[in-house]
C-alpha cells in the first residue's frame, strides 16, 4: 500500500495559527436526554484528536455536530473562524470542506467505485470527468482499492469498502476529516488496512477528528486524547499523558475494561 | 359524542352516500303476503324514477296497473333497479318477474328473454332550450353539442346519420343531461322522446321542450321470463285494459302534460299486442 | 367462440383498447412527474411543502376516482368552464387524462415513498457530508435508489391505472372499452357472456407482460448492500 497522496492534504500544516474547529459551550438534547453538556474544544491545523469513551457517551454526536448532521441546541460551532451556517448553500459549501467517514461506510449503492469518489468532485467542485477520474483513481490508489475502481461497492469487502470512503472523502480536498466510529463495522482481521491508511493520513498532516476504540491508533497517531462519559468530557491530553497518567476514575475505569478485552 | 366515534360516524356516512352516489341497491320495503319483484329504471323521471321511497313515471303506472291485474295491491310490489345492461341476467336469474324499463323489443332480445306489450312506442328525438329556434331538426346539430348518457348510443345515430360535425358529451345520468343543457354546456339532448317529456316535465321549468320528430322506432316491451307464455299472456291481457279504460292516456298526460309532447298518433296508443311476432324496434 | 368472432368482426375492440393504453400512457406519464415531485417536497427540509404533500397525496389517495372524473367533467369542465379545447372529444380526452393523473400522482408518490425507505439514511447523511445539495443528493443519490426499490409497487401502479383509465367513461371519453362493452350488450343481449369474456381477455393479455416485466425489473434493477 502506498502512503497517501501528499496532495490531498492541505498544505498549510503550520499547527501554530487559529483553531480550524472550535466548539463553544455546546449543548445538545434529545428530547429530555442532555447529550451534550457544555462542551469546549478546539482543533487546530495538522491536529490529529482522537475521541474515546463509553457507548453512550455522546461522542458520536459529538463529532456528527461538526458537519451539522445533527443540531445543537445552543452554543456555537466555528470552523476555520466562521460558525456553521444554516440549512442551504453556505452549509453545503462548508459541508464540502469537512470530511465524514461513517461507521457503516455509506458508499452509494447503485453506482460504481470510480463513480463514488467523481461524483461529489464532479458535481460539488466542478471537475471534468477525465480530471475528476485522474485524481480517484490516483486516490484509490493511495489507498490500495484501484483495481476494483469499476465494481458496485456491494462486491467488496468492508475494509476495501471503508478505504473507498476515506478517498471519496479526500478527493474533496477536505481541511478537516471526521473519522465515526470507522472500524466498528469491520471484521477484525480488517481494522489494520483501515487504520494504516489513517496513519498515512495523520503523518501527511490532515487534521483529524477520530471516535473510535482503536487504543492503539490513538497511542500511535493522535495528538491528543479526549475522552468522555455522559455527555462531558472529563479528560484531555497527549497520548502519554493519558494513557500512563490517566487522572479520572470512570477513565481508569473505562481503559481497564477495553485493555483487558 | 367522542372523536372515534365521530371518526366511525363519518365513515359509515361515507360509504352510505358512495353506496347513493353510485346507484345501486335495491328497495326491499318488508310487506306481508306474497310479493311481486318488478325491475324499472331509477334514473328517468317521467319514465322510471326513484326519489327517496317514492317512484313515479310512464314505466311505474304501468308496472302498477298491471300489478293490480295480477292481483297485487301496491304494497306488495317490489321494486327493483334494472339499468340496461343488467335486465337479460335479472329476468334469467329470476330475480325479478317482469320488467318495464324503456325496454325496446329487438330479434336479438328476444333469442334470451319474452316480451308482453308493446305498451308504448317510442322514437328517438331531440330535447332543446324553448327559446333556441336553430334546432328545427336532428340536421341542425352539425357543430353545436349534444348530450346523452354514457353507454347510450344514440348520440352515435344522429353523429352517422344526421350530423357529422356534432360534438358529443357523454353523461352519467339523463338529469345531468339536463343541468347541461339549461347552463348552455351543450345545444340539445337525445334519447327517447317519452323521456325527453318525463325529463321536460320533471325538470325543465318550463326552459325545455321536445322536438316532436322521431327519427327512430323505440318498441317497449315489458321483458319477462324466456318461456313464461302464461305470464305474457295475462300481462297483454292488462295492457289491452288499460288503454280501452283511458288509464294508459290519463297517466301519459300525467307524466308528460305541460311541456307540448304528444307521443306519435301513428304508433299510440298500441292496439295490437303483439310483440311475440312483430312491431320489432326499427333503429337506423 | 363463434360468438366472440362474430363480435370482434362486428366491433373494433383493438381500437377502444387502444384508446385505453393512450389513456394509461399519458397518465402515466404526467403522474410519474408529479409523483416524483411529490415525494421530494415530502423528503424536503421546508416544513410547509412536507404539509402541502401530505395533504394533496391523502386528498386523492383517498378520493373515489369516479368524482374525480365526474368533477372534471361536471365541476372543472361544465361549472367553472375551464377546457383544453373547443373540440369536445379532445377536451374529454385531457380533462381524463388530468383526473387520472391527479389520482394516480398519490399512489405513485406513495410508491416512490416506500422505495425511500428502502434507502438507508447513511445514504443521505454520505450524500450532504460530500456537499451535494439537496436537489443533487435527491436527484443523484436517493431517488434512483428508490425507483429501484419501488419498481414493484410503481408496476402494480400501472397495472391499476390501466384499469382505471375505463373510469374515464365518466369524463365522457365514449371510445374507451367499457363504454363500447357497454353498447355491445345493449345490442347483443344474448351474448353478453362473449361479450364479458372478449374485455376480460384483452386486458388479462395486456396485464399479465407489465406483471412479468415488473417483476424481472424488480430483480435486475435491486440495489445490492
Known sequence: MTSVSKKAVAEDNSSDSKPLVELDHVDKYYGELHVLKDINLEVKKGEVLVIIGPSGSGKSTLCRTINRLELINSGEIRIDGKPLPQEGKELTKLRAEVGMVFQSFNLFAHKSILDNVTLAPRKVLGLSKEQAEKEAMELLASVGVDTQASKLPAQLSGGQQQRVAIARSLAMHPKVMLFDEPTSALDPEMINEVLDVMVDLAKNGMTMVVVTHEMGFARQAADRVVFMADGQILEQGSPAEFFDHTKTERAKDFLSKILTH | MNRLTKKIFAAVLAVVSLGALAGCGSSTVETSGPKITIGIKFDQPGVGYKEGDSYSGFDVDVARYVAKQLGYSEKQIVWKEAPSAQREALLQNGDVDFIIASYSITADRKKVVDFAGPYFVAGQDLLVRSDDKSITSAKDLNGKNLCTVSGSTSAQVIKDNFAKSVQIMELSGYAECVTALISGTVDAVTTDDIILAGLAHAKGNGLLKVLGKPFTKETYGIGVKKGDSQLVTTINAALKKMVSDGTWQKDLTKETGGTGYTPNKEWNPPTKFNAENSDETVRQ | MNEMMTLLSNYNVPAAFWVNIQLTLW??????????????????????????ATAFVEFFKNMPLTIIMVFMLLGAFVQLRFQFSSSFSTNFYWLAITGLSLYTSAFVC??????????????????????????QSAGLIILPQAFRGSVAPLGNTLIALLKNSTVAAAASVATETSSLMKTMIEYNASMIVAVFLIFAIGYVILIIPIGLLTTWLSNTLAVRR
Open chain 3, 27 to 52: 397518465s402515466a406519464l404526467f403522474s410519474l412527474i408529479l409523483g416524483v415531485i411529490l415525494v421530494m417536497m415530502r423528503i424536503s427540509p421546508v416544513g410547509s411543502l412536507r404539509g402541502f
Open chain 3, 110 to 135: 406513495e410508491s416512490l415513498r416506500s422505495g425511500i425507505n428502502t434507502v438507508p439514511l447513511g445514504q443521505a447523511e454520505a450524500a450532504r457530508s460530500l456537499g451535494l445539495s439537496f436537489f
